[in-house]
């Protein structure tokens, strides 16, 4: 059983659009995140939640917007998409703030 | 599937000490990336030391170097001199030639104890 999954795996749309990733975790785990690879393969965290409230937002665009349903989902959205946006994107969990991360697959985004 | 496997959850040094983490990977790939990431609490996952498959000699980045055994498919980090900055959440990754995504083991969360 995948413990932290993301759809889709790989994502390709014109500049311009509105998109989501969802990601989903089936450990029972409290925080969820959102982290952005970029081009030289640095992790850059976007977003954590905890119980379904937002604890840490690093300076992102505000066309990206988090949303998480429960505590077992926490989707990514993507206004108006740009070229800039083309990256990797990782969902992860963990069971508490500061306990270990359990990584999803990843999201490839291109956006063209 | 390639997966990425980290045997130790936690390990506890002194000060100084030299320590090493294990990662093995499975693949039939012949061209890869390996990477060892630090997390400390802040979250953000640091790169510390990358290797191309391709290479045989072994990556160094100041007081971390690598053992890269490409038969063995093993990848372990050797921390030099350790410091009380080190200490943090350690995840060996694994990357395709051809793929841009990274695979991660589950971490090795690392105590330099002063």
């Known amino acids: 059983d995948t413990a932290v999954s993301q759809t889709p795996k790989y994502l390709v749309t014109q500049m311009g659009n509105d998109k989501s990733i969802k990601c989903e975790q089936n450990l029972g785990h409290d925080t969820m995140y959102w982290y952005k690879q970029d081009s030289k393969k640095f992790l850059k965290i976007m977003f954590s939640?905890?119980?379904?409230?937002?604890?840490i937002n690093e300076t992102v665009p505000n066309r990206f917007s988090p949303k998480s349903p429960d505590k077992a989902h926490l989707n990514l959205h993507i206004n108006s998409l740009e070229l800039g946006d083309s990256a990797v994107y990782f969902c992860?969990?963990?069971?508490?703030?500061?306990?270990?991360?359990?990584f999803g697959s990843g999201t490839q985004l291109s956006v063209l | 599937a390639q997966t990425v496997t980290q045997s130790q959850p936690e390990m506890s040094v002194q000060e100084a000490e030299t320590v090493t983490l294990s990662c093995t990977y499975d693949t039939s790939e012949s061209n890869y990336y390996l990477f060892w990431y630090k997390q400390p609490p802040s979250r953000q996952m640091i790169l510390v030391i990358r290797q191309e498959a391709y290479k045989q000699q072994n990556a160094t980045e100041n007081r971390f170097s690598v053992n890269f055994q490409k038969a063995a498919k093993s990848f372990s980090l050797k921390i030099s001199d350790s410091q009380l900055g080190d200490t943090a959440m350690y995840f060996c990754?694994?990357?395709?030639?051809?793929?841009?995504?990274?695979?991660f083991g589950k971490g090795t969360r690392l105590h330099i104890l002063p």
């Open positions: 992860a969990s963990s069971r508490r703030e500061n306990e270990k991360l359990f």
């Open positions: 990754a694994f990357m395709m030639n051809r793929d841009d995504k990274i695979i």
């Open positions: 939640y905890n119980n379904k409230e937002l604890i």
